[in-house]
């Protein structure tokens, strides 16, 4: 995507400097744009569990680059698998819920142990190509999503005689949560280019508030029609008639069809299901999880810092604050994550096509 001119991806690794891996800053975003330089593995497991970087596939990413950052530690003195594999597990501990992040890593790892590699130039240089592959494929993922989740919006807007397509979204899955184009905002702006006119709610997805600081600031830049609204008012616009489709990302899709999202996607699936409005998740084959069923039982649910939820990050006077919301002492839960039941979804977008969320479909994506 572009940003005052300047093509950007979320994560990536220039030619010049090929021993660093660059992000884009989205803890500071909207208030500043900055790209950090992560020179070592434990610099990768800080942007993450901060959330500089953020979204599934982009932490996938993310995480496959710190694998090949964890091959340029070696030395001579290095014992090469243990130390890949400590490396491995540090990376996949540091967000739980997105299967991306594991899949990524295990993949970088498994490719260098595939090959009979003892020299670390090599290694490097496996591991390097392997996580560019990783990056390319979640960008094509999200093209492939856009043209599948395009001819939904087009049938609404048909439905409509041509009026605006009103999509509500929860938390940011746009181009910063997947290296580029995003899965949730690819269809949108592939609409857009067809001339479909499209307007997207957008929910401020708190505590972390994503939604406000993150897709805001993407449809803002791509001069998308949009509005803000807090976290609760979807239902409310859903009984007028405001929304026209619900469509979200996933951290984690269970080989049934359960979809583990930001908070509040559950509550979001709900109301839509009442009013009879259908609501999609859009998501790329790497964020699903064949080895579980029941996501209630099954997909671990990160619990975050309660300062999260105490605490809030804002602009006031050209500097970023911080300011408390309760009365001081006061106990916070803080789970990033809930699971929305298969029954609630209308379809799953993939990269392979539309599919409905039930473990023939799934199972059938992947054969």
């Given amino acids: 995507m572009r940003i005052d001119g300047m093509s950007y991806r979320s994560v990536w690794i220039d030619n010049d400097e090929p021993d660093i891996v660059k992000i884009i800053d989205q803890a500071s975003l909207p208030f500043s744009f900055n790209i950090c330089n992560l020179r070592s593995v434990e610099d990768v497991y800080d942007a993450i569990a901060d959330m500089k970087v953020r979204g599934a596939p982009a932490i996938g990413v993310a995480g496959a680059f710190g694998m090949y950052l964890a091959t340029l530690e070696i030395t001579v003195?290095?014992?090469?698998?243990?130390?890949?594999?400590?490396?491995?597990?540090?990376?996949?501990?540091?967000?739980?819920?997105?299967?991306?992040?594991?899949?990524?890593?295990?993949?970088?790892?498994?490719?260098?142990?595939s090959e009979d590699l003892s020299r670390k130039e090599d290694i490097s240089r496996k591991a390097l190509l392997v996580a560019q592959e990783i990056s390319d494929n979640e960008i094509n993922n999200c093209k492939e999503i856009g043209r599948y989740g395009l001819e939904i919006i087009r049938k609404i807007s048909l439905q409509k005689n041509g009026g605006s397509v009103n999509i509500l979204t929860h938390c940011n899955a746009g181009w910063l949560a997947c290296v580029d184009l995003g899965t949730v905002t690819a269809p949108v702006y592939m609409a857009r280019d067809k001339g479909i006119p499209v307007h997207v709610w957008v929910d401020e997805t708190r505590p972390r508030?994503?939604?406000?600081?993150?897709?805001?600031?993407?449809?803002?830049?791509?001069?998308?029609?949009?509005?803000?609204?807090?976290?609760?008012?979807?239902?409310?616009?859903?009984?007028?008639?405001?929304?026209?489709?619900?469509?979200?990302?996933?951290?984690r899709i269970t080989r049934s069809g359960d979809c583990a999202n930001k908070t509040g996607t559950y509550l979001k699936a709900l109301a839509a299901s009442d009013n009879n409005i259908p609501f999609y998740v859009a998501a790329p084959s790497t964020s699903f999880d064949l080895n579980i069923s029941n996501g209630i039982d099954s997909i671990p649910i990160e619990e975050r810092d309660a300062e999260e939820v105490t605490e809030i990050e804002g602009i006031a006077g050209g500097r970023v604050i911080r300011v408390r919301i309760c009365p001081e002492n006061t106990k916070a839960s803080n789970y990033g994550f809930?699971?929305?039941?298969?029954?609630?979804?209308?379809?799953?977008?993939?990269?392979?096509?539309i599919i409905n969320a039930n473990e023939s479909d799934i199972v059938n994506l992947f054969n």
């Fill in 338 to 353: 809930d699971i929305t039941p298969a029954r609630l979804i209308k379809g799953l977008i993939t990269e392979k096509g």
């Fill in 209 to 251: 508030n994503q939604g406000a600081r993150l897709t805001c600031f993407e449809l803002a830049n791509e001069e998308i029609p949009h509005t803000l609204i807090t976290d609760n008012a979807g239902g409310y616009l859903m009984q007028k008639g405001m929304v026209d489709i619900v469509l979200t990302g996933t951290d």
């Fill in 77 to 113: 003195r290095t014992n090469i698998r243990e130390h890949l594999h400590n490396a491995a597990r540090y990376l996949s501990s540091c967000r739980p819920t997105a299967i991306n992040l594991s899949l990524a890593v295990t993949k970088v790892l498994n490719s260098i142990f």
